[in-house]
Every structure is written in structure tokens, then in C-alpha cells.
């Protein structure tokens, strides 16, 4: 069965980095999403993508985080200046189409120390 | 704002008991209604619901929604051990959404041998 792959499945990174999240969607879906799940708390909706731009976006994702689909095949979540609010568990999805039951990523562990 | 409410927030039993999850949901523009299973890391799809009255069965689980009193119920039956995880109920709501989904805050199922 298709998945989405996420990688790393952990990092660890100091208040102030930059991270990078990669997600490698299913190939003939064309709806891209990040939600992150804060430990203990709801999943959250941060963006979705789609045609190339973001189509929509929570107030959560705020300037310090963009996303980038760079080569037709990953899609990224960038995080300019990680703060320690930022650890989570961040999720990417996939869809054929926008109201269907989409795919979850396995998830990578953000730990911000 | 979108708001998903599930009930109870955690639930022990013992194997073969039949329990019923609760998701009550106010959202605008409403589209779907799903439910996900959540062992240790990505929410896994089991239903996608978007008419009332109509049950979706999967082996021991079924689900139901009710478009009138904004709610749906995921019913388990024969309950075994394996089907200890987080049940996530999440909405999709219209309007401008591109497939952006509102989650509740889980039931946590825990089945006794």
C-alpha cells in the first residue's frame, strides 16, 4: 500500500536553528498538508498545499515556517528560528482530492532544547 | 470556530466488550466527518462519513453520523487487545478549505486481556 514517508523520524535541534522536515507525499496525490501534535494535546492544522502555494494556512504558521515542494516529488517544512514552543510531533499528509480520507506520515519527533 | 468535541476522553475494558466513541462537532460548511486510529505515531484512516443515517462497517467497527444533531458515534465490537490506541475524530469543513481538518482531542481506548 502507498505511503507517505517522513524523515528523520527525530531531531533535536537548539532554540535559534533552523529545521528542515521532509515529507515525500504518494506520488499521484496532489493535496499536501502539515499538522503537528504537541505532546498531550490535538492534532493541529498548520497548512495546506496545493498547485504549488499554499492554499490555506492556520495562525500558527507564521512567518518563521514556509513549506516547499523544491523537486516534484518532496515536500518541506522549514522552521527559520526553532523555539522551545516548537517541540512536537509534525505529521504530513496527502490527498488525491481535498475532501477524501488522506494519508498520515508517519510523523518526526521535534525536540527543541 | 471549527469545534470537534469527542467523549469519553478515555475508556478501559476487557477484551470482548463493545464500546461506543462519541464525536460531537459545530463547524461551518461541514463535508465530512472521519475517524482515525492512532497507535504510537501516525493517525491511520478508518472512515470517512458525509450522510446521515448511512453505517460504514469495517470487520468489528462500524460508524454512523447524524447530520441533525452534529455527531457521530464509532462503535467497536468484540473488543481484542490489538484495538488499544487513540481514536481521533476530525471534521472537514468547506467553504474556501482545501481538505483542512479540525480534530478533537481523542479517546483513549485501553483493552485488559
Known amino acids: 500500500e502507498p505511503e507517505v514517508t517522513q524523515t528523520p523520524s527525530h531531531q533535536v535541534t537548539q532554540m535559534g536553528q533552523e529545521v528542515i522536515l521532509r515529507c515525500v507525499p504518494i506520488s499521484n496525490h496532489l493535496y499536501f498538508y502539515w499538522y503537528r501534535q504537541i505532546l498531550g494535546q490535538k492534532v493541529e492544522f498548520l497548512v495546506s498545499?496545493?498547485?504549488?502555494?499554499?492554499?490555506?494556512k492556520s495562525e500558527i504558521f507564521d512567518d518563521q515556517f514556509s513549506v516547499e515542494r523544491p523537486d516534484g516529488s518532496n515536500f518541506t517544512l522549514k522552521i527559520r528560528s526553532t523555539k522551545l514552543e516548537d517541540s512536537a510531533m509534525y505529521f504530513c499528509?496527502?490527498?488525491?482530492?481535498?475532501?477524501?480520507?488522506?494519508?498520515f506520515g508517519s510523523g518526526t519527533r521535534l525536540t527543541v532544547v | 470556530e471549527d469545534k470537534v468535541v469527542q467523549s469519553p476522553l478515555s475508556l478501559v475494558v476487557h477484551e470482548g466488550d463493545t464500546v461506543t466513541l462519541n464525536c460531537s462537532y459545530e463547524?461551518?460548511?461541514?463535508?465530512?466527518l472521519l475517524w482515525y486510529k492512532q497507535e504510537k505515531k501516525a493517525p491511520t484512516f478508518l472512515f470517512m462519513l458525509?450522510?446521515?443515517?448511512i453505517e460504514k462497517k469495517s470487520g468489528r467497527l462500524s460508524s454512523i453520523l447524524d447530520k441533525k444533531e452534529l455527531f457521530s458515534i464509532l462503535n467497536i465490537t468484540a473488543t481484542q487487545t490489538g484495538d488499544s490506541a487513540v481514536y481521533l475524530c476530525a471534521v472537514n469543513a468547506g467553504g474556501t478549505s482545501y481538505g483542512k481538518l479540525t480534530f478533537g482531542q481523542g479517546t483513549i481506548l485501553t483493552v485488559h486481556p
Open positions: 463547524v461551518t460548511n461541514f463535508r465530512s
Open positions: 499528509a496527502s490527498a488525491p482530492v481535498p475532501n477524501y480520507g488522506y494519508t
Open positions: 458525509t450522510s446521515s443515517g
Open positions: 498545499f496545493y498547485n504549488n502555494e499554499i492554499s490555506e
